[in-house]
């Protein structure tokens, strides 16, 4: 969706580096969720942010939310193989529709060992 | 552990033949989310239900393409006839919603179905 833009759309790290993802909305954010997929497989939940400033982590991986820019990044620590795979950023944009998210393009992440 | 499962996992057709994708939600989910995965356009809402009821199918090619919703514990996907850019990955994914915006609306997603239209 280009209400939600994501960057890069790939990424190649080495193993052992820090990498970000961001993701930025053109509208208000009522939420901010982060899913991993891996090819041919469904999408697992990372990790939701609401409020401005928050902070999440998760194992290795860090999302904040400023809720100013209507942005998001994800942030992986010392990224391993097992971090590779698509990263997506879906957000609830409409107040009144409850549940409903739109999901940006996607991040595709390679990690060389 | 509870899971979306969607059946069938992979399906080949040929064109103008009808296609039907089921899902199983997660038991006590009120909402329910069908989605289409292309290369292209990335991951797309098509419909979603609450309690059973279509909310929104404004994302879905009404005329070939319906939703429905026939109990609780199964959601169907049904495009007659296909057509080769119907091509694509359709994710079924479940979730709680209690509130209108602001809310926890995390979505537990089913495997996916890949469907090929020849």
């Known amino acids: 969706s280009q209400e939600l833009e994501q960057s890069p759309q790939s990424l190649i790290v080495q193993e052992g580096k820090n990498l970000t993802i961001n993701c930025t909305s053109s509208k208000t954010l009522y939420g901010l969720y982060w899913y991993k997929q891996k090819y041919g497989e469904g999408l697992i939940f990372l990790m939701m942010?609401?409020?401005?400033?928050e902070e999440k982590s998760h194992e290795k991986i860090t999302a904040k939310l400023d809720e100013k820019k209507q942005q998001s990044s994800l942030h992986i620590t010392a990224s391993q193989p097992s971090h590779a795979g698509i990263y997506l950023c879906?957000?609830?944009?409409?107040?009144?529709?409850?549940?409903?998210?739109?999901f940006g393009q996607g991040t595709e992440l390679s990690v060389k060992p | 552990d509870a899971r979306v499962t969607q059946t069938p996992r992979h399906k080949v057709t040929e064109m103008g033949q009808e296609v039907t994708m089921r899902c199983q939600p997660i038991?006590?989910?009120?909402?329910v989310f069908w989605y289409r995965q292309t290369m292209m356009q990335g991951l797309e809402l098509l419909a979603y239900f609450r309690n059973r009821a279509p909310l929104d199918d404004s994302g879905m090619p009404k005329d070939r393409f319906s939703a429905e919703m026939p109990d609780a514990t199964l959601a169907t996907l049904k495009i007659q006839p296909s057509e080769p850019r119907d091509s694509a990955v359709y994710f079924c994914?479940?979730?709680?919603?209690?509130?209108?915006?602001?809310?926890?609306?995390?979505?537990?997603f089913g495997p996916g179905t890949r469907l090929t239209v020849l």
């Open positions: 942010l609401q409020k401005g400033g």
């Open positions: 994914a479940s979730g709680l919603v209690f509130l209108a915006g602001g809310s926890y609306n995390e979505q537990f």
């Open positions: 038991l006590g989910h009120n909402t």
């Open positions: 879906g957000a609830d944009i409409d107040y009144n529709q409850g549940g409903k998210l739109i």
